[in-house]
T-cell receptor
């Protein structure tokens, strides 16, 4: 029973390039959450998605960041025109339902912007 | 979500019980207490959660005071692999914001051989 999978595990981008981070939830889970962890800080919520729907994107930066969770395939967090401040660990979590359910986290993608 | 307060760090001898406290004095009646841990930059790992009754699972026990203003996570026999940052999170059960986990700075637990 595979857990939450994220790829790539490490991603290096130059300033101005695009970064695409992928998340495959646990089998049977249709709710996906993205979090960002800046160096030496706690995780910060970014966005919550269900299949084909963005439920809450209150934690997403207003520009350059977008997320999707298509009917088929993994959830994608996309960062356009990356800047050095985007360097962080990005974690995806999934749950079978929303509300009172524990979220299971993936291993994260470490983005480095040079 | 209610704010939580945890000590920044704690040490525990290997094989002994680790008791990690958390204050959440402004918790509301419909808010749960969750505990997660993060081992050296890995993804956070769910440990346990509760509303008002004490809870126990294969990993830990959660003791919530009667007034719900504080709680304690107990790892009964700490091992070196329990060295991690432990996060106490208060989370509303349903409705807007119920899906957001708000991570603070947590408690860095060091298990000493």
């Amino acid at each position: 029973n595979a857990g939450v999978m994220q790829n790539p595990r490490h991603l290096v981008r130059r300033r101005g390039q695009e970064a695409r981070l992928r998340c495959s939830p646990m089998k049977g889970h249709s709710h996906v959450y993205w979090y960002r962890q800046l160096p030496e800080e706690g995780l910060k919520f970014m966005v919550y998605l269900q299949k084909e729907n963005i439920i809450d994107e209150s934690g997403m930066p207003k520009e350059r960041f977008s997320a999707e969770f298509p009917k088929e395939g993994p959830s994608i967090l996309r960062i356009q025109q990356v800047v050095r401040g985007d360097s962080a660990a990005y974690f995806c979590a999934s749950s079978p339902q929303s509300g009172d359910n524990e979220q299971y986290f993936g291993p994260g993608t470490r983005l480095t912007v040079t | 979500d209610a704010k939580t307060t945890q000590p920044p760090s704690m040490d525990c001898a290997e094989g002994r019980a680790a008791n990690l406290p958390c204050n959440h004095s402004t918790i509301s009646g419909n808010e749960y207490v969750y505990w997660y841990r993060q081992i050296h930059s890995q993804g956070p790992q769910y440990i346990i959660h509760g509303l008002k009754n004490n809870e126990t699972n294969e990993m830990a026990s959660l003791i919530i005071t009667e007034d719900r203003k504080s709680s304690t996570l107990i790892l009964p026999h700490a091992t070196l692999r329990d060295t991690a940052v432990y996060y106490c999170i208060v989370r509303v059960a349903s409705g807007a914001g119920s899906y957001q986990l708000t991570f603070g700075k947590g408690t860095k637990l060091s298990v000493i051989p």
